[in-house]
């Protein structure tokens, strides 16, 4: 009879072949589309996107091979060597030490292939602004946030494992209110120890923000511009925070890329997602999966630890939640997605009918150039990777390309154009398809 660890490095092995193929065909439909009519980008452009995407999918699966690595290490030795080295803790304390101890590994073992990708792929892309001291620093700041926040929530739910029955649900509750309550407070507490918030210093870019905003009764405690461009050239925007805490932030990149009419039609889309309640339903989506989650661990057979060499306890349940979280959460990435797209293409209606259609679909081909995000992909990358939907289809949706090009982007459409291809470059890329 198979054992319980058998199926679940079966389903583990599973889901790093689909993910492996996935990204394949991806990359091997990012090559084929290259080198057809360029869309919305300059032909320059279009094939540096294409490289980009490529080389990130490639990374992605050196990063998905190693997650495997590591998942097969920690069910089939791990868990039992990491346990016999705190044999003389119990309780609350070995559940802390046991899940941060996996927490830290798979961090040290992670941590090349993050040094690679933003100092070396996204440098190549002029994305990367930050410096190797702002990393380090950046890096100590998440890991004593982690080690704080972290550490409160695997001792009290090592403590509801210890003392009830129904530990998976009570522990869901918990751990759910603790994402809410880290969600209010994030944008006022725990985002400006790593940006600079800045009231936003145009006083008539911020008056046309605030009719924006009371046009649709949505209330924040401000607007706020963050000095993104110290660590990374892309563009973004978002309204952070729940209920009084909330407020408009927008990259530095963005207000300076963004005419004002552009800028305003993506926060109108943001709106949208306001207007339709779309926060709360994916509040409630998060809170259906996470329930799932707790669920599945709540049930799994004692035996599977026993194989893995350790007691079912706090500790090793949290530390196994880690790592299955990845996979089960997959299988219901489509399902998800879809909704997502569905909830944008209404938000992208909404917001043309707030602003301006052209002002919006020029502000996505600002955002798809500055960004370097190549416009095709698989579908079946799309299912299963695709939150928001292609910027092509969003343009379609809103009745095609805009009928004019203001000032603002034709000086973008005029910098693009004079980008010198580097084809040299683009073959380097090509000749590094086992290596990136």
Known sequence: ???????????????????????????????????????????????????????????SMLSALMEYVLFFFWVTAGFS??????????????????VNGVIVVNYLVGLPLDLYEKFVIDARYGFNKSTFGLFVLDSIKQGVLTLIFGSLIIAAVAYFVEHFSAWWLISFV?????????????????APIFNTFTPLQNPEL???????????????????????SKRDSRLNAYFGGLGSTKRVVLFDTLVEKLSHNELLAVLGHELGHFKH????????????????????????PEDLFLQMGVMQNGGSLIALFLLIASPLLFVLLPFVNYISRKNEFAADRFGSELQSADDLKRALIKLMNENKKFPKSHPLFVLFYYSHPSVLE??????????????????????????????????????HDGNQ
């Open 1 to 59: 009879m198979e054992s319980a660890l058998s199926y679940m490095i079966a389903f583990y092995t599973l889901y790093l072949i689909i993910r492996l193929y996935i990204a394949l065909m991806q990359v091997g439909y990012v090559k084929q589309a290259k080198y057809q009519e360029p869309v919305l980008l300059h032909p320059a452009a279009y094939m540096k996107a294409a490289d980009y995407e490529a080389t990130k999918q490639r990374l």
């Open 174 to 190: 918990f751990v759910f209110a603790v994402i809410i309550l880290i969600n209010m407070i994030y944008p006022t507490l725990i």
């Open 277 to 300: 309640g779309d926060i709360y339903k994916g509040i409630a989506v998060s809170g259906t999966m996470m329930l799932i989650l707790f669920a599945v661990l709540g049930n799994l």
């Open 394 to 431: 969003r343009i379609e949706a809103m009745g095609g390309m805009p009928n004019e090009m203001d000032e603002t982007a034709k000086a973008v459409e005029e910098k693009i154009q004079g980008i010198e291809f580097n084809i040299f470059e683009t073959l380097g890329v090509e000749k």
């Open 81 to 98: 060597w990491l346990g016999g080295l705190l044999e003389g803790f119990s309780g609350i304390t070995f559940a802390v030490l046991f």
């Open 206 to 228: 911020n008056q046309k923000i605030e009719a924006l905003l009371k046009s649709v009764g949505f209330k924040s405690s401000g607007v706020f511009t963050i000095d993104a």
